[in-house]
Nanobody
Framework: QVQLVESGGGLVQPGDSLRLSCAVS????????MGWFRQAAGKEREFVAV????????YYADSVKGRFTISRDNAKNTVYLQMNSLKPEDTAVYYC????????????????WGQGTQVTVSS
């Protein structure tokens, strides 16, 4: 069974930084792409970022480009999302997900999902 567990969320002020982690259990972690999505209250889940299995390729949504960085440590079976210059608009539940491919959007393209971690950006 493949399981994903997010952590690192919390309450921060605008301009602060957070680093989210997603620990993945299962075989061949290095052979799957890992993505981050988020869902704000009353809105649909949206794509944030994706990283290829080996970590050599990344892609970001326009809304976070230049502020967020996705990375992975395959030796630890963990993917990260470094979030800088946080804005109130970033408030959402953040989810990590895995894919056999390298999709740059579309939650239907991902196979396994974590339960999410809450990020709240407020003064």
């Amino acid at each position: 069974q493949v399981q994903l567990v997010e952590s690192g969320g919390g309450l921060v002020q605008p301009g602060d930084s957070l680093r989210l982690s997603c620990a993945v259990s299962g075989r061949a972690f290095s052979r799957v792409a890992m993505g981050w999505f988020r869902q704000a209250a009353g809105k649909e889940r949206e794509f944030v970022a994706v990283i290829s299995g080996g970590g050599g390729n990344t892609y970001y949504a326009d809304s976070v480009k230049g502020r967020f960085t996705i990375s992975r440590d395959n030796a630890k079976n963990t993917v990260y999302l470094q979030m800088n210059s946080l804005k109130p608009e970033d408030t959402a539940v953040y989810y990590c997900a895995s894919s056999r491919w390298y999709p740059k959007s579309g939650e239907s393209n991902y196979d396994y999902w974590g339960q999410g971690t809450q990020v709240t950006v407020s003064s």
